[in-house]
């Protein structure tokens, strides 16, 4: 796979009357593997064929999305498997304990882990936005200290970012800190935070400035989670389960120096954090929803729905935007060494997100009124699959068009930073 040498011209490079008004050129893409990528691939494939064995075999296609509860304790065993192969933290620098891996391994690997169905990760917020962050804006101190136990899977996080009134609208966080002595001192309420109460630790965006508003004067803190000033209250989703939770900090501790990116500057800070949300792994989600897809056409043919021309369309239809969506990842992907940045990031978040809650509802509609009732028995089909997975799948991806910042607020981006658009008017909230 060699998207990298083949990159289009960026907007500001190309001159304005040339592709499709987007500003890119058209370009031809080689997605054939070059001969260390064929290397790389086997390696990992082997690594994951050798061991994705016994009780992780027993989890092959399961904690992914919407199933984040699913095996916990066995998933957290298999992260000390990846991390004991160097298969952890593989795009981080080398001389912080990654594997430094080109843009293209790590889109190989995600391709190799989606295609043996390995556990769904546990680590993902520390491995890809903690710790991006410390090695951009952490003291040497930091990193020291918190990005050893991520890379070998010893300690979880968690994203303290929203809260009940600062969703879309992060600036106007309101939960503070003051310093007493050499800590800071943590009050305030957090939402919707994935995965509180099995973390370690938490992110924090807050307030240290008490005069200040919207954006300013806010510090972005790494608060240990167990300890008596925090309580972590799980929240039931649509899927029965809990995967997030609210937050409550009560005179929460945390050491003075535990501050990234230094006090006052947590909204700098709070933004590189989202930058790296997005990227590489969206290779891999496209063949988990590929696999899905599959699932959802191998079962319009024994229900004899596949005859119906209405569903036949609706099903090309999804194979079609699916492989729009691939080539429309390579393309983002392609030439970037770090985080994908607007308008790419956006546009994909977009697609995916709208792509996968159709999906959710062609499936529901080729179950029938079946779909309705949630198939407790779990029992897997021919295929390996439970009508409750696909079941599972249409719940969650409801979320999936409002985490990572809401459809609404993608669209909102592309018409200001990418159509230059009149912004929206200040404020319209
Ligand atoms: C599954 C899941 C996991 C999550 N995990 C975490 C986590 O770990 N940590 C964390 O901090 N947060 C997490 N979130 C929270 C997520 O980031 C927020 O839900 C999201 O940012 C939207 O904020 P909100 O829910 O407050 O909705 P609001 O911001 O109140 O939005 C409500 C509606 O108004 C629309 N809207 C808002 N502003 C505008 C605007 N300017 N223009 C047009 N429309 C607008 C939105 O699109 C939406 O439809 C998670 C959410 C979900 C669903």
């Known amino acids: ?22 500003g890119y050129a058209p370009v031809a893409m080689d997605l054939r593997d070059g001969p260390e990528d064929v290397a790389f691939r086997a390696e990992v494939r082997r690594f994951l064929d050798e061991n994705v064995v016994g009780e992780f075999a027993e989890l092959k296609g399961r904690g992914g999305s919407g199933d984040e509860t699913f095996g916990f304790e066995v998933r957290r065993r298999w992260e000390k498997v990846l991390a004991d192969g160097g298969w952890t933290c593989l795009g981080w620098p080398a001389a912080y304990g990654g594997r430094g891996a080109t843009i293209t391994q790590q889109v190989i690997f995600n391709e190799e882990y989606a295609r043996a169905a390995a556990p769904g990760r546990v680590s993902i917020l520390g491995e890809g936005l903690l710790g991006p962050t410390l090695i951009h804006y952490g003291t040497p101190e930091q990193q020291a200290r918190f990005l050893p136990p991520i890379r070998e899977g010893d300690a979880l996080w968690c994203q303290g970012y929203s809260e009940p009134d600062a969703g879309s609208d992060l600036a106007n966080v309101k939960t503070r800190a003051v310093r007493e002595g050499d800590e800071w ?50 929240i039931t989703q649509l899927t029965r389960t809990s995967e997030f939770n609210e937050v409550f900090f009560d005179g ?12 006052g500057d947590g909204w700098r800070v709070a933004l590189a954090t989202l930058a790296f949300e997005r990227g590489v792994a969206l290779l891999g989600y496209q063949l988990t929803f590929r696999r899905e897809l599959d699932r959802i056409t191998s079962l319009a ?10 569903v036949r369309q609706s099903l090309a239809q999804a194979h079609i935007e699916l492989a729009i969506m691939r080539y429309n990842t390579l393309r983002s992907l392609a030439g970037i060494d770090g985080p994908v940045a607007p308008p790419e ?32 028995e779990a029992t ?42 009149p912004p929206e008017p200040k404020g319209a909230r």
């Open 1 to 22: 796979m060699r998207p990298a040498a083949v990159r289009g011209p960026r907007k500001s490079d190309a001159p304005s009357d040339q592709g499709c008004g987007l």
């Open 185 to 234: 001192v943590v009050t305030g309420q957090k939402v919707w935070t994935s995965l509180a109460h099995q973390a370690d630790w938490c992110f924090v965006v807050c307030r240290t400035d008490p005069d200040s508003s919207r954006h300013k004067g806010l510090s972005y803190l790494l608060v240990p989670m167990d300890q008596p000033g925090v309580e972590v209250r799980p």
């Open 252 to 263: 929460a501790r945390t050491e003075a120096s535990n501050v990234v990116g230094g006090v």
């Open 301 to 310: 043919e024994a229900n004899g729905r596949a005859r119906d021309p209405v």
């Open 345 to 376: 990031a956006s546009i994909a978040k977009l697609y995916w997100g709208s792509w996968h809650r159709r999906l959710g509802e062609l499936s529901m509609n080729l179950m029938g009124m079946g779909a309705t009732v949630l198939d407790g």
């Open 380 to 421: 897997p089909d021919n295929a390996g699959y439970c009508l409750e997975d696909l079941q599972r799948s249409f719940l969650f991806a409801r979320s999936e068009t409002i985490y990572g910042g809401s459809n609404e607020i993608q669209r909102n981006i592309i018409g200001e930073r990418v159509l230059g658009l």
